[in-house]
């Protein structure tokens, strides 16, 4: 029986991502041809490069490549023209402008970071060709701005025009996945037939982090989405912030009622006929205003108790009333945002937006000095030897630097790009040395160009295949021809371009494993240390920060430890708790400083300044316990503070809210310390 070889085959949608890409590129590639480019293939090139199953993605990259391309451009003008006299000295402010170029991508973690990261390499890709050559430097970035615009031009209209794909059906179905994540935990809390368990708690907790990250990065690009979707960005950035604040909340109730049931041996009545009641109204929480489950609440806390359960009553009574109110902001937003879509007129809502996200400084400036060493050394090797294609690996090497320095180690990814580069030296060749001689009109490069082109974009839409297809269309035949003149290319210059690819290739991928590349667990507690960093500066802080961007912080650490950390040996789960319990450690700390002056003020002082030096210490050196001395300092507080005269002195609420975060602070703090001295608290 003769084996045939399956065919692979494509959903209709990477059919059509495919055809609009390459449609878009023969555009770009006519119009620049039109234009008298001498190099219209780098517009093809951009078109491939800007391109996105969402039309909305492809909006706000084209844009900010555009930017990020001027940007360039600009730093190449002022550099090569007055270094050209000294090519060690422009080799290396070349290298310096890429690096800071992606010190600061590596800081802004939207996809607006991609104008600095562009940025960095554009100024390679134009400067490094020109430094033998400065006085056509003008018209080379001037040329390349054009190719580059016209790319950007033709694939922002042919995917916002032709079958669009709005941002909308990922956008909502990410807000609706997130409120049912968000349920999913508060309904395990709640439940009472004793189905619950830890392990499907751990899940909802990791779920719902991960929800929130990927929403708040993927709802960057709405205000550039077709529909009428780009209307609604800023009710679903306040939606995203108020479903974080949740979080602390969710995890809040679940310590409190664990912390009820041990005391007790048992939750009492009132409590489970509470939780019950809002189990219901979490079926329908527009049926029932959320004001009408206040008075429960608020008799909860009220009830006769010892001092201790009296204290965790508050706080309880105090965390649910904070997430029914959360929870009802988050569906009417969730309404708000479905009339948007039918044309209603927004109102407007300030969100924290990205700004709030984790960012490592130590690491975005290493891996900035990393991508400054490989293209020094390639720049050494390349001036040393006077080689004519040198220019190419110094390229190559920014380039990839650049591309994946996200990573915790970028250099298997820089292997593998390598390794399908190589595979498409063949299809290369065939184009360069032997097709693209024998173009004599447009129609014929558009039915030599297909094959090939179709058939990598539909790789492109798949992610499990999108950086092998990338690799090979991008740094390998599309790249290959942007870089050749295809009239008059022979096989030793394509030979000594592919050879310069694979050395940059290569050089990159040696030193960044050897400086940048660190393991999964270095990063993870880089990450731990961050939370305990900013938990120090919190707890030193003279005043309660101005808004809730601690808990988007750290909902996104604990999103980036979840994919750092194996599950094989039980970490991931006792790493993220120990997170939770840090999310909920801040906002107690956030809630005294608020009360601060309603609570004792000595007393207060010394808790916080003692938990500020723990902290501290904590993100500087190995993990250490609480101090012992802290418990009777906070029990002392919460004791004074359950004696004032709240109602009198200040408002009900007020006094509450301090009762919980200081509870808080002794259930996070000391989980296995015993409770209060009892007595009887009217």
């Not at 580059?148 to 909308?168: D, E, F, M, R, Y």
């Not at 009641?277 to 008075?295: E, Y």
């Amino acid at each position: 029986m003769t084996f045939v070889p399956a065919l692979p085959r494509f959903t209709r949608g990477e059919f059509v991502f495919s055809l609009k890409s390459f449609g878009a590129a023969m555009l770009a590639m006519y119009c620049a041809s039109r234009a008298g480019l001498p190099r219209p293939f780098w517009a093809l090139l951009t078109a491939y490069v800007v391109a996105n199953p969402l039309a909305g993605a492809v909006r706000s990259k084209a844009i900010y490549r555009f930017l990020g391309t001027l940007l360039g451009c600009t730093a190449t003008l002022l550099l090569v023209p007055a270094l050209s006299s000294a090519p060690e000295l422009l080799t290396l402010a070349l290298a310096l402008w890429v690096g800071t170029c992606l010190f600061f991508s590596l800081l802004d973690r939207s996809p607006a970071s991609y104008v600095f990261m562009l940025a960095g390499y554009t100024a390679a890709l134009i400067g490094f060709p020109s430094v033998e050559t400065p006085q056509t430097l003008f018209d080379t970035a001037t040329l390349r701005v054009e190719e580059i615009w016209i790319g950007i031009v033709c694939a922002t209209l042919v995917h916002s025009i032709v079958l669009p794909q709005s941002l909308a059906p990922s956008v909502l179905g990410l807000l609706d996945n997130t409120l049912r994540d968000a349920r999913r935990w508060l309904a395990d809390l709640l439940r009472l037939d004793g189905q619950g368990n830890g392990q499907s708690l751990d899940l909802d907790r990791r779920r719902l982090a991960a929800d929130i990250t990927q929403l708040r990065l993927l709802s960057t690009h709405v205000p550039f989405d077709t529909t009428h979707l780009r209307w609604t960005a800023g009710a679903i950035g306040a939606m995203q912030d108020r479903v974080a604040a949740l979080t602390p909340l969710l995890s809040a109730v679940e310590d409190r009622l664990q912390a009820l049931e041990q005391d007790a041996g048992a939750l009492p009545a009132d409590v489970t006929a509470l939780l019950a009641r809002i189990g219901t109204w979490l079926q329908a929480p527009h049926a029932t205003p959320p004001a009408l489950l206040r008075p429960a609440i608020d008799a909860l806390a009220d009830a006769p108790a010892s001092d201790w359960q009296h204290a965790l009553r508050i706080a309880l009574a105090c965390r649910l009333g904070e997430l029914v109110d959360g929870w009802a902001a988050c569906t009417a937003l969730r309404q708000e945002i479905d009339a948007g879509l039918k044309g209603a007129a927004p109102a407007r809502h300030q969100a924290l937006g990205h700004r709030v996200l984790h960012r490592d400084v130590g690491m975005a400036l290493w891996s900035g000095t990393a991508a400054v060493l490989v293209v020094c050394l390639c720049s050494a090797f390349w001036i040393l030897t006077g080689w004519p294609s040198g220019a190419v690996a110094t390229m190559m090497s920014a380039v990839l630097c650049c591309f994946f320095a996200t990573m915790d180690d970028p250099a298997p990814a820089i292997n593998a790009f390598l390794k399908f580069t190589l595979w498409s030296i063949p299809l290369s060749a065939l184009y360069v040395l032997v097709l693209m001689p024998l173009v004599q009109d447009f129609g014929m490069l558009v039915l030599i160009c297909a094959p090939a082109f179709l058939v990598l974009g539909c790789y492109m839409a798949r992610p499990a295949t999108f950086l092998a297809a990338m690799a090979m269309l991008m740094g390998g035949l599309g790249g290959t021809l942007a870089m050749h003149d295809t009239g008059n290319a022979d096989i030793v210059g394509f030979l000594n371009a592919t050879l310069a690819q694979t050395l940059g290739a290569v050089a990159a991928a040696r030193v960044t494993g050897l400086m940048r590349s660190v393991g999964t667990d270095w990063s993870a507690r880089r990450i731990q240390r961050a939370i305990w960093r900013e938990l120090g500066e919190m707890a030193a802080a003279p005043r309660a920060p101005q808004d809730d961007g601690y808990t988007v912080r750290v909902l996104d650490r604990i999103g980036l430890l979840a994919l750092r950390i194996t599950t094989a040996d039980g970490r991931k789960d006792a790493t993220t708790n120990d997170a939770l319990r840090d999310l909920r450690v801040g906002k107690d700390i956030v809630t005294l400083q608020q009360a601060r002056a309603h609570l004792p003020a000595s007393a207060t002082a010394q808790l916080l300044g003692g938990i500020a030096g723990f902290f501290d210490a904590r993100s500087r050196g190995p993990a250490k316990p609480v101090p012992a001395a802290l418990l009777p300092v906070l029990d002392d507080t919460l004791q004074a503070t359950l004696a004032a005269p709240h109602p009198a002195s200040h408002p009900a609420s007020e006094w509450r809210a301090a009762v919980a975060a200081l509870v808080g602070l002794r259930r996070n703090l000391f989980p296995g310390a015993q409770p209060l001295a009892q007595g009887a608290t009217p």
